[in-house]
């Protein structure tokens, strides 16, 4: 319950603007020393920010003076920020200066509105920047560019997700007077805990990495395949695992030069996890789980590429290796952001060992079984019990899916959910329509009419929502008497949230400019009418007032007509065109 209210409270912040964020994460903004920089704003409520070089103790650095309004704050901690993890980050770079991690202030206790305790940063509070010279101190001034991210929330909402970036210019010839500072109960994340504990556990991030769901379906797969390749001598067995494991040290040492660039070239580090801000790779993600619970329930057999498992010796070992690290990472965000969360605050060597490490854990379990086949027999012979094991994880498969399609936003959900079940309904096609024994060209047409089926649907469930073209009221029995009152017509739509039908009426009926045009030109008054709910006065209106019985329903009252004209179904566009050629326009209105 508490996991389902988390997701609800912050499923509407973070997704519903990312684009806003990667567009503010490409602007800098010139802020000399002492110039406040607005991070965020929302109705009387903002915070701004004040970059300037400072001393902390015997340390020199840079200052980020916080000032804003006590109601809106950001977070400390990544376990109650918004996911994934957006927690107030800052971080300096410069070809003159090395940095050291942010120190930041203590936070405060926040009581969100279900009850919740909340590590929080608001009001007046800095963050401290430690800096030391790269080699000999520039004699001039060198500018320092710092970025700074995170999300800002208030009790009413919360904004996008932001990435600013502020750059000042520093003396370091004046550094010894430069302002100093103080700061209560100071820490710095990035020690939170030691060395000698990050690293192993990096090690057993690893590890877990074998357990994520999305590499469950080719897990075995790929184990027996290495095994069955391996029988022939106890020497090959061991080089096929090494070989093995080295396609999966591959993958994280792609992941490590990624990171090495960032930081080295872009002053940034591998955000583990952003791809979670982002609508498509989250419904893509879950489309994924439910493909893979299918799966599960023996709809559909997955095998690897044949061209990697057709690949004999190294070479077919290490792309399998790398194909299982490539499996596993995507379902792994909870484990991989944590690891990397403390990398990122690491030199880039320390960080690439982390990420290393994370490789070798996964590693280390296929390398225990390629170099000891002896212990497979230990696995208890395949029966029910696997088959109803597999099952099992078809329905978890099911559940985190789910939970992913749960943190769209409120206006995709339902249309990922169609999609879904429409995709469901072709890899049920692809799978369970054909056999061994089917001819290869009524396989070919099955296969194809599947794959035109997914494009279709897709196109209807997951085309971008279009602006709606009419300015629609909210219904209101007063209103609707007004404009008939004033001889002004009155549309109105009855739909409702779980109609599909009006769902499709939207799209094949109100999305056409020809019809929105008639609607302004005619002046006509359009309505929304929502029956979501039983209480909701449009309801007892569908019923009472128009007899009714479902929707969708739409109706057109003409001022002075009795009976109104009435049109079910989505199939009316031609019907209502018609309708409202027939009413005079605003031009045409006889004077009262």
């Known amino acids: 319950m508490r996991d389902r209210a988390a997701a609800i409270r912050w499923t509407p912040i973070v997704l519903i603007a990312a684009s806003c964020a990667c567009a503010q994460a490409a602007r800098a903004q010139a802020a000399p020393p002492g110039n406040a920089v607005e991070l965020a704003r929302h109705l009387n409520e903002s915070s701004s920010v004040r970059a300037e070089p400072a001393r902390l103790g015997s340390k020199p650095g840079i200052a980020l003076s916080f000032e804003g309004t006590d109601d809106l704050h950001y977070y400390a901690k990544p376990e109650t920020a918004p996911p994934p993890g957006l927690v107030l980050k800052a971080a300096a770079k410069s070809e003159y200066f090395t940095f050291e991690p942010a120190v930041l202030p203590k936070w405060q206790i926040l009581t969100d509105p279900l009850g919740d305790k909340i590590e929080v940063f608001t009001g007046e509070f800095t963050i401290f920047l430690p800096m030391a010279p790269a080699n000999a101190p520039p004699t001039d001034t060198a500018d320092v560019e710092i970025t700074i991210s995170g999300i800002a929330c208030t009790s009413l909402a919360c904004l996008s997700p932001f990435q600013q970036k502020l750059s000042i210019p520093v003396d370091w010839t004046q550094s010894r007077s430069w302002k100093q500072i103080t700061l209560e109960s100071g820490m710095h994340p990035a020690t939170e805990y030691s060395i000698w504990l990050a690293l192993p556990m990096a090690f057993l991030a690893g590890l877990i990495l074998n357990l994520m769901p999305c590499v469950w379906p080719v897990l075995p797969l790929i184990v027996m395949r290495i095994v069955e390749q391996a029988k022939q001598a106890k020497k090959k067995s061991a080089t096929m695992g090494l070989t093995f494991c080295l396609g999966i040290l591959l993958f994280f040492a792609c992941l490590a030069g990624a990171n090495i660039i960032l930081k080295l070239f872009y002053g940034t580090v591998l955000q583990w996890g952003d791809q979670f801000r982002n609508p498509l790779f989250?419904?893509?993600?879950?489309?994924?789980?439910?493909?893979?619970?299918?799966?599960?329930?023996?709809?559909?057999?997955?095998?690897?590429?044949?061209?990697?498992?057709?690949?004999?010796?190294?070479?077919?070992?290490?792309?399998?290796?790398?194909?299982?690290?490539?499996?596993?990472?995507?379902?792994?965000?909870?484990?991989?952001?944590?690891?990397?969360?403390?990398?990122?605050?690491?030199?880039?060597?320390?960080?690439?060992?982390?990420?290393?490490?994370?490789?070798?854990?996964?590693?280390?379990?296929?390398?225990?079984?390629?170099?000891?086949?002896?212990?497979?027999?230990?696995?208890?012979?395949?029966?029910?019990?696997?088959?109803?094991?597999?099952?099992?994880?078809?329905?978890?498969?099911?559940?985190?899916?789910?939970?992913?399609?749960?943190?769209?936003?409120?206006?995709?959900?339902?249309?990922?959910?169609?999609?879904?079940?429409?995709?469901?309904?072709?890899?049920?096609?692809?799978?369970?329509?054909?056999?061994?024994?089917?001819?290869?060209?009524?396989?070919?047409?099955?296969?194809?009419?599947?794959?035109?089926?997914?494009?279709?649907?897709?196109?209807?469930?997951?085309?971008?929502?279009?602006?709606?073209?009419?300015?629609?009221?909210?219904?209101?029995?007063?209103?609707?008497?007004?404009?008939?009152?004033?001889?002004?017509?009155?549309?109105?739509?009855?739909?409702?949230?779980?109609?599909?039908?009006?769902?499709?009426?939207?799209?094949?009926?109100?999305?056409?400019?020809?019809?929105?045009?008639?609607?302004?030109?005619?002046?006509?008054?359009?309505?929304?009418?929502?029956?979501?709910?039983?209480?909701?006065?449009?309801?007892?209106?569908?019923?009472?007032?128009?007899?009714?019985?479902?929707?969708?329903?739409?109706?057109?009252?003409?001022?002075?007509?009795?009976?109104?004209?009435?049109?079910?179904?989505?199939?009316?566009?031609?019907?209502?065109?018609?309708?409202?050629?027939?009413?005079?326009?605003?031009?045409?209105?006889?004077?009262?």
């Open 282 to 592: 989250v419904g893509g993600m879950a489309l994924l789980l439910v493909v893979l619970a299918l799966s599960m329930f023996g709809v559909l057999t997955i095998t690897v590429p044949a061209s990697i498992m057709g690949k004999s010796g190294s070479s077919g070992a290490v792309a399998t290796g790398f194909l299982a690290a490539i499996l596993s990472t995507p379902c792994g965000f909870g484990v991989m952001a944590a690891a990397f969360g403390w990398a990122q605050a690491q030199h880039w060597l320390l960080a690439t060992l982390a990420i290393m490490l994370i490789g070798l854990g996964m590693a280390t379990p296929y390398l225990v079984l390629t170099s000891i086949p002896a212990l497979l027999k230990h696995v208890p012979k395949p029966g029910k019990w696997m088959e109803l094991l597999k099952q099992g994880i078809g329905f978890a498969l099911l559940f985190i899916a789910v939970k992913l399609i749960a943190a769209l936003p409120e206006t995709r959900k339902a249309d990922v959910l169609y999609f879904a079940v429409a995709l469901a309904f072709c890899t049920w096609m692809w799978g369970a329509w054909t056999g061994l024994a089917t001819r290869p060209f009524r396989r070919r047409i099955v296969r194809i009419t599947a794959v035109l089926l997914t494009i279709g649907a897709g196109w209807i469930f997951l085309s971008p929502p279009q602006a709606d073209l009419i300015k629609w009221q909210e219904y209101d029995s007063a209103v609707i008497e007004k404009a008939l009152a004033e001889h002004r017509p009155v549309l109105i739509k009855f739909t409702a949230d779980w109609c599909l039908s009006c769902q499709a009426a939207d799209k094949l009926v109100y999305a056409r400019k020809s019809i929105a045009a008639l609607i302004q030109q005619k002046n006509i008054l359009p309505v929304n009418a929502d029956t979501t709910e039983k209480n909701y006065p449009a309801t007892a209106a569908l019923k009472d007032l128009y007899n009714e019985p479902g929707v969708p329903v739409s109706i057109l009252l003409l001022p002075g007509k009795e009976e109104p004209i009435r049109m079910h179904g989505p199939w009316f566009a031609a019907e209502l065109q018609e309708s409202l050629r027939k009413i005079a326009g605003k031009s045409e209105d006889q004077s009262p």
